[in-house]
């Protein structure tokens, strides 16, 4: 699910011993368009383009917009609710949302499932709350973590960004966490059952691990032009660099990367043969099982892959060109004594 949707099923949902979970045939898909002025007539928002839907299709700086047009909605969706009744809802952003299942008459459990990691939220949860001087719930592995000063800024700056009209992104997650009945991420208890633990503990609630949701066999075969360009190389001797589909980098860092990678603006003449930079969607799965791909370079939800092998800023965390060149060589000469 995208920040910003809601899945409604009106069917019921059994879980049983843990390891088995068993559904009814779902009926009905609702899908909730933003901002869209057609026959339905949902409201809008003033600055964010028509047909936008997703925090995709817009930059960061203007996610605030995108909450406001989908909080618009919640006149629309409680008349969803009270027509399908559902037994149980999913939702991330929409704090409102359990508010108007308690209206509706018949039981209907609302789940948070965050798009995030159990230990990414259970470490915001555990900073803000000690810096209000409540750590009452002992946060695991404490004292072994401690952020730089640029984290620190920078997640400060993010919770406190305004989320949606006149609510921050903290105070959102805050109230939703409160409401929900449950609360679920992507993750397995073997990883991260403490901080799961930590967040039930915080919040007096379940917390459901759906567990590591991996990508499908692919059948399909890699796209022509990559196979024979990456047919010209020898086993492991190939970095591949993957940013992922929102994340673009500011100026300064695209150079300081690319530089690292000899991949300048005129890489063409430089690396003529050897390079070549790809702005759109490629079979990424199928890439990385290519034989020659030996490195991988990727913004990483985690980050700790690449942070353990480039050192970075100590105040501002950004990757230096010679930080990148030196982890990269790191990588490639180990593949080549092996």
């Given at each position: 699910?995208?920040?910003?949707?809601?899945?409604?099923?009106?069917?019921?949902?059994?879980?049983?011993?843990?390891?088995?979970?068993?559904?009814?045939?779902?009926?009905?898909?609702?899908?909730?368009?933003?901002?869209?002025?057609?026959?339905?007539?949902?409201?809008?928002?003033?600055?964010?383009?028509?047909?936008?839907?997703?925090?995709?299709?817009?930059?960061?700086?203007?996610?605030?917009?995108?909450?406001?047009?989908?909080?618009?909605?919640?006149?629309?969706?409680?008349?969803?609710?009270?027509?399908?009744?559902?037994?149980?809802?999913?939702?991330?952003?929409?704090?409102?949302?359990?508010?108007?299942?308690?209206?509706?008459?018949?039981?209907?459990?609302?789940?948070?499932?965050?798009?995030?990691?159990?230990?990414?939220?259970?470490?915001?949860?555990?900073?803000?709350?000690?810096?209000?001087?409540?750590?009452?719930?002992?946060?695991?592995?404490?004292?072994?973590?401690?952020?730089?000063?640029?984290?620190?800024?920078?997640?400060?700056?993010?919770?406190?960004?305004?989320?949606?009209?006149?609510?921050?992104?903290?105070?959102?997650?805050?109230?939703?966490?409160?409401?929900?009945?449950?609360?679920?991420?992507?993750?397995?208890?073997?990883?991260?059952?403490?901080?799961?633990?930590?967040?039930?503990?915080?919040?007096?609630?379940?917390?459901?691990?759906?567990?590591?949701?991996?990508?499908?066999?692919?059948?399909?075969?890699?796209?022509?032009?990559?196979?024979?360009?990456?047919?010209?190389?020898?086993?492991?001797?190939?970095?591949?660099?993957?940013?992922?589909?929102?994340?673009?980098?500011?100026?300064?860092?695209?150079?300081?990367?690319?530089?690292?990678?000899?991949?300048?603006?005129?890489?063409?003449?430089?690396?003529?043969?050897?390079?070549?930079?790809?702005?759109?969607?490629?079979?990424?799965?199928?890439?990385?099982?290519?034989?020659?791909?030996?490195?991988?370079?990727?913004?990483?939800?985690?980050?700790?892959?690449?942070?353990?092998?480039v050192r970075k800023g100590e105040e501002d965390g950004l990757f230096?060109?010679?930080?990148?060149?030196?982890?990269?060589?790191?990588?490639?000469?180990?593949?080549?004594?092996?």
């Amino acid at each position: 699910m995208a920040p910003q949707d809601l899945c409604l099923y009106p069917d019921e949902v059994i879980v049983t011993d843990g390891s088995h979970v068993s559904t009814t045939p779902l009926q009905t898909l609702v899908v909730i368009r933003l901002n869209d002025q057609s026959e339905k007539g949902f409201a809008g928002c003033d600055g964010l383009p028509h047909g936008v839907e997703t925090t995709l299709d817009i930059p960061f700086s203007s996610n605030s917009l995108l909450m406001t047009a989908f909080d618009h909605t919640q006149k629309e969706i409680e008349l969803l609710l009270v027509d399908l009744k559902p037994s149980i809802v999913f939702f991330d952003t929409a704090f409102w949302l359990p508010y108007l299942t308690r209206n509706l008459g018949t039981k209907c459990v609302t789940v948070l499932y965050w798009v995030i990691t159990s230990p990414s939220a259970s470490f915001v949860e555990y900073t803000v709350r000690k810096s209000e001087g409540n750590d009452e719930v002992e946060f695991p592995g404490s004292s072994s973590i401690k952020l730089h000063a640029h984290e620190a800024r920078a997640m400060d700056a993010i919770l406190k960004k305004e989320f949606g009209s006149g609510i921050s992104l903290y105070e959102r997650i805050r109230r939703a966490s409160t409401m929900a009945d449950a609360m679920g991420f992507k993750g397995c208890r073997e990883i991260e059952g403490p901080n799961a633990d930590y967040i039930a503990n915080v919040y007096k609630k379940p917390v459901l691990l759906s567990g590591p949701i991996l990508p499908e066999q692919q059948t399909s075969a890699l796209e022509e032009k990559w196979a024979l360009w990456l047919g010209k190389f020898k086993t492991g001797s190939v970095i591949f660099v993957a940013l992922g589909s929102e994340w673009e980098l500011p100026q300064n860092q695209f150079q300081e990367l690319v530089l690292g990678l000899e991949l300048t603006d005129e890489f063409k003449e430089r690396v003529q043969g050897r390079g070549v930079v790809h702005g759109g969607w490629v079979q990424q799965t199928l890439n990385l099982k290519h034989p020659s791909i030996g490195c991988f370079i990727t913004h990483c939800g985690s980050g700790s892959m690449i942070e353990a092998l480039v050192r970075k800023g100590e105040e501002d965390g950004l990757f230096p060109k010679e930080s990148v060149f030196e982890a990269v060589m790191t990588v490639m000469n180990e593949l080549v004594r092996k």
